[in-house]
């Protein structure tokens, strides 16, 4: 589907149900309320779902948003490369999406028509390009949702996959008034009471293996229950241990109700994430990868040092 | 003076010292190594100076750089607002540099040409606009050290300070060979294991005062004897505390080898810092600022803490 395709497409339907993924980030969201604002600007009823409520951080995206009640009638999924993202609650739009905009090369091709490309720095960058090819106006809102999905995806400009058109497009929303320090400021710098006490405890029980070549976190059940923390706020720590500085592998164990741990990998360009955790059963990215592995502390932890010893030769 | 003075006065000298400023960072660095490779590649000979030496995470700036035996003809600041930032080992500079390049609205026009622009989002984009409009050759290096003084002042295109033109910038950059990625990593992500410590014992003592609003931390020297860290590790500490996702303003408290504590204030748009610290001798910029208070602990807390309620009329 080209963009005057998708322009038409959107023009000549109505009654719009946009689909953001699970545990949604700053693209999903922006993507879903830029389209929105797309929407609304043609006249078109729409919403935006999500399988549970979005966090509150992202309250900036949709101010003044308000949905009718209406049937749906046409479905769009955005910055989602699999129907397992939807979550348990919106699995009854599965095999129902009409259009699916997203920029994960992974994409499963499982709507009807697909926009996708995986050199995209964020899915709403794909819907920049839209507006501005079809001509489609652009205001404030608009303009700061598609900078807030592209900040998000690249860690505000700072990894690989940020391109000369993730900054020239950047350059060119900054016309707008978008309070881009602030949305950066929300998007990676504050932190709850709850996470930064997270963020520290993990720090302070860090171990570096191998003379620091591995960085490990580890969360358990008890540590969880120690800090009194809400468990969400022991999301997402998987970057942590790659901060130290001579660490190539980083790993992340997370103790699991049912038992068990589960592993998130990251890697510098010196191994192979994705191999790593293929040993387990796991897989994922070639910096970043995961697997979940039965067993104790002691054995799991075993395990793991074991495999990194191997990757190292040691 | 114009680019087109500078490039004829910079083809029709030699010898150059180029100086960087005291404490150095990814910009006064970059510009330093960027100059001296125009410099190179104009067949002049030149050297890059500072008062300490370089700290080891920017040894990727100065890859393949040497300086012969001469004796110092030219002297360029880069970077620097005031001869007091040479650092005292420089100090013998003071009154003699012919060309200071900056973006310090604060300059002191020390120099006896200055080419200020305080609305550049870095010293290094300022030479970038030097050699685009003059039409000096650009190679890898040169492009990796504007890029590095780009990024390291804007927070990685974070801050208010980032321009469309920063942005743009980087974008033509990309088109080098300049491993943005890993620039970036070794400039916000990476820490030694003792920032590591530090950051996660100041993060578990960290106190959260009326309501939250003010976020403090405090650095005794029994914490940093306690850790076991190079004193060096506990600098730099600053923008903790408004990392808090209720702060407005956020305290860095430093107890001092001389007694007293060395406070480091920084605050969102919604409090003034330098007004904050003007009550206590200091001063510095709206969002920025610092002082130094005499007494013991409890009495600089007490006297601190008296003055966040009374910002906040509490």
Redesign the interface.
């Known amino acids: 589907m080209t963009f005057t395709e998708l322009r038409n497409f959107l023009e000549s339907h109505d009654d719009y149900v946009i689909i953001t993924h699970r545990n949604p980030d700053g693209d999903t969201v922006g993507s879903g309320f830029a389209l929105w604002n797309i929407l609304k600007n043609m006249g078109k009823r729409a919403k935006v779902v999500n399988c549970e409520p979005f966090p509150a951080r992202y309250d900036f995206l949709y101010e003044g948003y308000s949905a009718p009640e209406f049937e749906p009638e046409t479905i769009i999924a955005v910055d989602i490369a699999d129907e397992r993202l939807f979550g348990e609650e919106l699995m009854g739009y599965a095999g129902k999406v009409d259009v699916c905009i997203d920029h994960h090369i992974s994409n499963k091709y499982f709507a009807k028509e697909t926009i996708v490309d995986g050199k995209a720095s964020s899915a709403t960058l794909i819907l920049y390009r839209f507006v501005r090819e079809t001509g489609l106006p652009i205001n404030d809102i608009i303009a700061k949702c598609i900078y807030t999905g592209l900040a998000t995806d690249t860690?505000?400009?700072?990894?690989?996959n940020?391109?000369?058109?993730a900054?020239?497009a950047?350059?060119?929303l900054?016309?707008y008034n978008i309070d881009?320090?602030?949305v950066?400021?929300r998007m990676?710098?504050?932190?709850?009471?709850g996470r930064?006490?997270v963020?520290?405890?993990v720090?302070?029980n860090?171990e570096?293996l191998f003379g620091?070549k591995c960085a490990m976190i580890c969360v358990t059940r008890q540590l969880m229950e120690e800090t009194g923390v809400d468990p969400a706020e022991f999301d997402g720590l998987a970057?942590i241990p790659?901060?130290?500085?001579e660490a190539i592998i980083g790993i992340t164990m997370k103790e699991l109700e049912k038992g068990g741990f589960k592993l998130s990998v990251r890697t510098?360009?010196k191994a192979d994430a994705s191999a790593f955790c293929r040993q387990f059963g796991g897989g994922g990215h070639i910096r970043a990868a995961g697997c979940e592995i039965a067993g104790s502390y002691e054995e799991v932890r075993g395990a793991v040092t074991k495999a990194v010893g191997e990757l190292f030769g040691e």
Do not use: W
């Open positions: 860690g505000c400009f700072k990894f690989e940020t391109t000369p058109e900054h020239i950047a350059a060119e900054m016309a881009f320090a602030n950066n400021r990676f710098d504050i932190k709850s009471r930064m006490k963020e520290a405890a720090k302070t860090m570096h620091g970057s790659l901060e130290s500085e510098t360009d």
